[in-house]
C-alpha cells in the first residue's frame, strides 16, 4: 500500500496537520467535545468568550479542551468593530492565546457579517500581534482589503451560519481561492462531509464546521466522518481533477476485440 506524505497547513507560525477546524457549541453536552476532536482528529477548536468562565469548573469550556489543541476565541455578538477589539482583548488576558475569529454581525435574521466592522477590526488587532481570522461574506475585494489589513486567513462563508444548508457561494469562494495568496478556510453553512470535500476539492485550505458535526445524532462519529472527508478532499485537490467532458468518451479501445470493428 502506498503511503501519502500529507502537506500541512502553516497559520500564525504553527504548523497544523488537520485541515478541519470544529466549533464548541451546540454539541449535548460539553463532556462530548474531547471525544469528538480526538475522532475528528482537529488541532482547532473556537469558541465564543462567554463559555469561559474561570470560576466554573462545569460550565468552563476551558476545561473540556485538551491541551495541545489551538484555541481560537471568536467575537460572537460583536456588533460593531470596536465590540470586537474589546472582546478579543478580553480573551487574551483571560489565558486564551493570541488567536481570535473576528465575527462582526449586526444583522440578526440572516446573521451576515459585517465586513466594513470586520476589517477595522482586523487591523487594529493584527497590529497589536493578534493571529486575525476573519469570518466575511465572500467579496474579493473584502477580501483584498482583509489581507491589506494583516488578517492571516480569510474566512468567507458557505452559506447562512448554523443552516446546514451547504456551499451557496461556491462562485464567490472559487474566485477568492484563485486570487487571494493567504489560507482560505470555509466557514458557515457546510451541513455534510461531502460538502466538506468539496470545499477542499475546490482548493480552499481548510473548513470550520460546528453545526452538522454537534448536530448529528452520533457527533463522535460524525467528526470522524468530517475529519477522513476533509482529507479526502485535500488528496483530490492536490491529485488535481480529471477532466470534465461534455460527451462520453470509452476508457478502453472500443476496436479489435475478438475481430469486431466499430
Known sequence: MCSIKKDKLII??????SRLFIGSGKFPSKSII?????????EVITMALRRVDLDSKEHNILNFIPKGIQLLPNTSGAR?????IRIARLARAMGCGDWVKIEVVRDNKYLLPDNMETIKATEVLAKEGFVVLPYMSPDLMDAKRLVDAGAATVMPLGSPIGSNRGIRTEEMIKIIIDEINI???VDAGIGKPSEAAFAMEMGADAVLVNTAIATAQDPVIMGRAFGMAVEAGRLAYEAKLGRVLNRAEASSPLTGFLGDKI
Not at 500564525?12 to 496537520?17: I, M, P, Q, S
Not at 474531547?34 to 482537529?42: M, N
Not at 460593531?80 to 470586537?84: L, N, P, R
Open 12 to 17: 500564525g507560525g504553527r504548523t497544523l496537520n
Open 34 to 42: 474531547p471525544s469528538v476532536i480526538e475522532s475528528s482528529e482537529s
Open 80 to 84: 460593531t468593530a470596536e465590540e470586537a
Open 183 to 185: 489560507p482560505i478556510i
